[in-house]
């Protein structure tokens, strides 16, 4: 047996041990259903209130806002729609332009192109995996400049910098504040892309609040799931009703006519969904302190077999939602890809850098050698609730 080979048999027995209940594959990450999913359905079934309107809907945004501390938590069909609003209600707009990490799931890519935007990609941080203060501010320091009317521009290709897009990658806090700082600084509106981070925190404050806009996912694979499902959340008033407003086909609020006063989008949350998100939300503790307990796990098993992998930063809080494996290059990724799957443990790598897909090749990649180092080296692993 090669060396390589007997690291990875420890590191598939280790996670198999820690998995010993599931017999076949382990998976990646699947959706968990101990509480009130099925009373909450079929009392929405019941009520025939099943569309975008009905009490479920609301109390989710209620008990969102509650959870992550924001004023306001407007619910949408799935997290690229609320990334998509989200920047739409962040005045991104055809020719602008968005700074964001090309290291990370295609929507937020796809999402600056839906407005008819241009993506800027900056690097991250290889400790995070999110965005890299310190390259946005190189980037702006080497391109933007302010207008008379205080807007920042790109001196080279003169579009308005609209809008940051940072990304909490695998649930890690990136370095926010510091973002936060800059975008304030140059006047660039800060929206989170969060989708991966409910119940993550810096410095006490939960991720997704340190801009304008933030973003939650609901998807079948994250933390908690309704099937799809997505959040946008602001503490600015103005700001949710026009979420409210945008996300419900721009529809004037008559007893019959149907009127709509500018493009509006089908994005909002069907209550048959919130039925089942309600009963997940009342249950994210649970999971969250299970994923915790997976991660402790993890690193005492790692730090063991001397396998490094990716860690909360100090003062902030890491839902865990997949936990990261950093191994040696790419050769050595891919041969534990292999290994570890063909063994019957769900492994996966990072995404494939956004800049290399066609739809994104005619963007300017400033800086991108952390998310290269990362992208040849990340392996995810089992961190599903137990």
Known sequence: MSQNTARYENIVNGIRQHYSHIEGTIPLHVPVFRGNEKQYLNDTIDSTFVSSVGAYVNEVERKLAEITGAKYAIATGNGTLALHAALVLAGVTYGTEVITQSLSFVATGNSILYCGAVPVFVDVDKDTGGLSPDSLNRFLQEFGEKTADGKCRNKKTGRIIQACVPMHTFGLVCRIEAIAALCQEWNITLVEDSAESIGSYAHGKHSGRFGALGVLSFNGNKTIT?????????????????????????????????????????????????????????????????????????????????????????????????????????????????????????????????????AFAHCFVFENTNAQWLEDRIVNIPSGVR
């Open 226 to 358: 309704c099937g799809g499902g997505g959040a946008i959340l602001t503490d600015r008033e103005d700001i949710a009703k026009h979420a409210k407003h945008i996300t419900t086909t721009a529809k004037v609020p008559h007893a019959w006519e149907f009127f709509h006063d500018e493009v509006g989008y089908n994005y909002r949350l069907p209550n048959l969904n919130a039925a089942l998100l309600l009963a997940q939300l009342e249950q994210l503790n649970t999971f969250l302190e299970d994923k915790a307990e997976t991660a402790a796990y993890y690193t005492q098993l790692f730090s063991d077999l001397q396998v490094d992998m990716m860690k909360p930063l100090p003062n902030t809080i890491a839902n865990h939602w997949l936990n990261a494996l950093l191994m040696h290059d790419r050769d050595d990724r891919d041969a534990f890809l292999k290994y570890s799957n063909d063994h019957g443990v769900m492994t996966r790598p990072a995404w494939t850098l956004m800049e290399k897909m066609p």
